[in-house]
């Protein structure tokens, strides 16, 4: 197995997008390619994780880089999981905004105990309108 490396805003393909997310486990609109393309050209900041040529993690976020950044993505091939990836993942991201943003994340159900385990604390102080589909 090749070394983990990350790629600052790589191109990768929706096609590609879909199927992270599909290995990973993460529920997204993977079957909607017109989607995973808005979903990539929106988001002005990508980290993504290779195996060699093999896209395995990625993490999507919209910044300003200079007050917060919402991580709106990260999924990692469930075949690389455990690794530390996803927290390398984080990492990069943090060090792309600067440490005078903050970084805000909303956690799947199944995720909620991960988190913490990677430097987040949890916020009592949210609110969501919820997306229609």
Known sequence: MASISYRTNARISPEQLAEIFRRSGIRRPVDDLARMTAMLAHANLLITAW????????????????????????????????RGIGAALVEQVRHAIGEKSMLLLLAAPEAMQYYPKIGFEPVPNGWIIKRAA
């Open 51 to 82: 195996d060699g040529e093999q896209l395995i993690g990625v993490a999507r976020a919209l910044t300003d880089f200079s007050y917060c950044c919402y991580l709106s993505d990260l999924a990692v091939d469930q075949s690389h999981q455990r």
